[in-house]
């Protein structure tokens, strides 16, 4: 299996099934897509029209200067806004070339990816993103633009292969930074990263774009992050190439490890109900379209 995700599976999400038990060709164009357009509807109004009132309309709409020009009640007539801009701002950094069972961390977050654009671009919304963490490229930026010419320059900077390196959390950050200086309001912005740590800065950066933007965070996972497999002792390297042996088969050391992550999950939770984030766990084990749409039911049911 490649480590980095290919082109061809990345495209053919417009229209697999899987195991859904859908029709291939009625993934995106119906369960997946009339979820994402259900939960994420635009939440701008533009103008329409002008007309004459009619019993049971909303009074705070009333058109005053045409009422006192006419000498008869007049109400603005809104609609909802047909397009926003959807960001989709994902980790490719080395540490995403890592998986335990399933598939790699690179692989699922460029499917979810693939899964939202598609259905964002059938939806008629503008499709961009933000791709950070491979020491080679940096960051790098694409406006979110009408078609589909934006998600497929995403897509594919998401196959590129990923170089080695030290990464951190600063490139995330600068990532943030970059779409709340540099974003229109009302951008929907899905964060694609293997975070499960809070941090004064995120906390801070996330905060901030929720006051203009809907923001959901999903936080890739892999069954090995939480569960320490009992292997004996083994070397772990960072990107940075620091060496660290551990025990595994101590249990005591494991039940801290998973004790551990449980907790820094908790505090992720927390952060985005105070903050009113969505949070969708993506796992490398479990199917990418059902992660999907059980994580958006759940995320539809907090509003």
Not at 65 to 81: D, G, Q
Not at 137 to 166: C, F, H, M, N, V
Not at 189 to 200: D, K, S
Not at 273 to 292: A, K
Request: hydrophobic share 40%; net charge neutral.
């Amino acid at each position: 299996m490649s480590l980095h995700p290919q082109l061809d599976d990345l495209l053919e999400l417009r229209h697999q099934a899987r195991t859904l038990g859908v029709a291939a060709h009625h993934l995106v164009n119906s369960t997946f897509t009339g979820l994402y357009a259900s939960v994420f509807r635009g939440t701008g109004l533009d103008f329409d029209e002008v007309r004459e009132y009619q019993e049971g309309d909303d009074i705070r709409n009333m058109d005053w200067l045409v009422t006192a020009r006419t000498n008869s009640p007049h109400l603005k007539v809104f609609r909802e806004e047909r397009q926003r801009s959807v960001i989709l701002c994902i980790d490719t950094g080395p540490h995403m070339s890592f998986g335990t069972r399933g598939t790699f961390k690179s692989i699922q977050a460029a499917r979810a990816a693939a899964l939202i654009g598609w259905a964002a671009s059938k939806q008629h919304d503008r499709v961009g993103g933000v791709l950070f963490g491979n020491p080679a490229t940096g960051i790098r930026y694409y406006r979110a633009t009408p078609g589909r010419r934006s998600l497929w320059r995403l897509l594919r900077g998401l196959t590129e292969p990923i170089e080695q390196g030290d990464t951190d959390e600063s490139q995330l950050m600068a990532a943030l930074q970059h779409l709340d200086s540099g974003t229109g309001t009302g951008s929907l912005i899905f964060v694609i990263a293997p975070i499960n740590q809070v941090t004064t800065g995120l906390e801070r950066i996330l905060g901030s774009l929720k006051q203009r933007h809907d923001v959901v965070l999903l936080p890739v996972d892999d069954p090995a992050d939480r569960e320490l497999p009992p292997m004996g002792p083994v070397i772990f390297a960072n990107a940075a190439g620091e060496l660290l042996e551990v025990d595994t088969d101590n249990e005591v050391g494991r039940q801290a490890f998973r004790v551990d992550w449980e907790q820094r999950r908790m505090e992720l939770q927390q952060l985005s109900y105070r903050l009113g984030v969505g949070l969708i766990p993506v796992r490398t084990n479990e199917d990418v379209h059902r992660t999907l749409i059980s994580g958006l039911r759940h995320y539809a049911g907090r509003q």
